[in-house]
C-alpha cells in the first residue's frame, strides 16, 4: 500500500513532442505528490508538485494532471527538447513530511533533436 | 546543491570493509536523510535526522548506522560492507517551500560506493 509505481521504465521523444509519465498509488493518505528531475551525475531536483485539490498544475513546459479517483498522476512535457533529457521520479507523501515520502522507480528520458 | 558536500564522491571497497560517508551542509538545516539509489527501486530512504544526536530509521536502515555530532555534519556508516550495499548514495536537506506547507528535498551530488 506504500508503493508508487511509475510508468513506463524509459521513454524516447522527438523533439518537440510531448513526454507523458504516469504514477499511481495506492495509500489514500497521500497527499502531496512532487516531482523530481535528475540529470546524469548529479542528484535529483524538484520540478513542480501538486496537492489533491487540485487537478492540474501548470508550471511552463511541465503540467501534473491529477485523477484522485483513479489514484493516479501525471507529468507532461510539451515541446520535449534535448535539455529535458533526464530521469524523471515522482514521489507520493503525506502531510509535507519529507522522511515519509515514496519514491517511484524513475523513468528514463531522451528527447531526440 | 544548496551547500550540501557529500564525501567521498567515489569509493571502491572490499566486503567486511566499513565505510564512512559524511555529509556536510553550510545552511543550518535542521533535517538530513540519507537515501540510496537502485536501478528498478528509485531513491529509498535509509535514515534521517531531527537535529543534533536526534536519527531515526527509515525504509531500508538495516546494515547502515548514522550519526550526527554537529548540525551541519551527517554521517552515514556501513560497519561491514557488503556487495548488496553498492549504491549511489544521497544526502538531502529538506526546507519548507513557502506556500504550501510542504517540505522541499534538496539533494547533494552523491556518493557512489562499490563493494566488491
Known amino acids: 500500500q506504500q508503493q508508487v509505481k511509475q510508468s513506463p521504465q524509459s521513454l524516447i521523444v522527438q523533439k518537440g513532442g510531448i513526454s507523458i509519465i504516469n504514477c499511481a498509488y495506492e495509500n489514500t493518505a497521500f497527499d502531496y505528490f512532487p516531482w523530481y528531475q535528475q540529470f546524469p551525475g548529479k542528484g535529483p531536483a524538484l520540478l513542480i508538485a501538486?496537492?489533491?485539490?487540485?487537478s492540474e498544475k501548470k508550471e511552463g513546459r511541465f503540467t501534473i494532471s491529477f485523477n484522485k479517483s483513479a489514484k493516479q498522476f501525471s507529468l507532461h512535457i510539451m515541446d520535449s527538447q534535448p535539455g529535458d533529457s533526464a530521469t524523471y521520479f515522482c514521489a507520493a507523501g503525506v502531510g509535507g513530511a519529507t522522511n515519509k515520502l515514496i519514491f517511484g522507480t524513475g523513468t528514463l528520458l531522451a528527447v531526440q533533436p | 546543491d544548496a551547500g550540501i558536500t557529500q564525501s567521498p564522491r567515489h569509493k571502491v571497497t572490499e566486503t567486511g570493509t566499513p565505510v564512512t560517508l559524511r555529509c556536510h551542509q553550510t545552511?543550518?538545516?535542521?533535517?538530513m536523510y540519507w537515501y540510496r539509489q537502485d536501478p528498478g527501486h528509485g531513491l529509498r530512504l535509509i535514515h534521517y535526522?531531527?537535529?543534533?544526536?536526534?536519527?531515526d530509521k527509515g525504509e531500508v536502515s538495516d546494515g547502515y548506522s548514522v550519526s550526527r555530532s554537529k548540525t551541519e555534519d551527517f554521517l552515514l556508516t556501513l560497519e561491514s560492507a557488503t556487495s548488496s550495499q553498492t549504491s549511489v548514495y544521497f544526502c538531502?536537506?529538506?526546507?519548507?517551500?513557502?506556500?504550501?506547507?510542504?517540505?522541499?528535498?534538496?539533494f547533494g551530488a552523491g556518493s557512489r560506493l562499490t563493494v566488491l
Open positions: 538531502a536537506i529538506s526546507e519548507s517551500d513557502g506556500l504550501s506547507g510542504a517540505n522541499v528535498l534538496t
Open positions: 545552511e543550518n538545516h535542521r533535517y
Open positions: 535526522s531531527y537535529g543534533v544526536k536526534d536519527t
Open positions: 501538486i496537492r489533491p485539490d487540485v
